[in-house]
């Protein structure tokens, strides 16, 4: 499955990150209670019945996400969750996709350049810069750089993970 980039309104993103991390932590907190509740008033009290609740309730708030996850009005989560994923995935790559580069792979050209712009929109999102990671930024314009000696346009329109298993993870 092939990851293509999106465009989001950074503070819509915000905002509904926020409303969504309140609703699960609110849902948490209640289902934990209710489970612990009835634990204890069916079993006599105890800590390991209280701990119970509270991992019934982690179950039940994170079931209830799984299946709202795919509601119409969670697509920036949607996006930013599997986005980050993917980042994930790459950095494990990352010194193994640096040495290809450096022989001019251009799969390896193509996956670091994914890799900044991801991070850039990531950071982006989330209303941060990225000016204070130099060594990141040097690397993101050595790549820039490379594709455009190459002939290859400067951003890309996305991934395909399968991209990855030419090399060695880290």
Not at 78 to 89: E, G
Not at 112 to 125: P, V
Not at 130 to 147: F, I, N, P, Y
Request: without cysteine.
């Amino acid at each position: 499955m092939s990851f293509r980039f999106e465009t989001h309104a950074p503070e819509t993103y915000r905002r509904k990150a926020k409303m969504i991390s309140l609703a699960m932590a609110g849902q948490l907190i209640v289902f934990g209670l209710v489970f612990a509740q009835l634990l204890q008033a069916a079993f006599d009290g105890g800590f390991w019945l209280n701990a119970l609740g509270v991992l019934l309730g982690l179950v039940a708030t994170s079931v209830t996400f799984a299946v709202l996850r795919e509601r119409p009005w969670m697509t920036e989560m949607r996006y930013v969750w599997q986005l980050k994923h993917l980042l994930s995935r790459v950095s494990a790559y990352l010194p193994a996709l640096r040495r290809a580069a450096e022989e001019g792979n251009g799969t390896a050209l193509a996956i670091l350049s994914f890799y900044h712009q991801g991070m850039a929109q990531l950071a982006e999102l989330n209303g941060r810069t990225m000016d204070d990671d130099s060594e990141l930024l040097a690397e993101r314009q050595k790549v820039r750089l490379a594709r455009q000696e190459r002939g290859l346009p400067e951003r890309v329109d996305g991934f395909d993970p399968q991209d990855l298993a030419a090399f060695k993870r880290a």
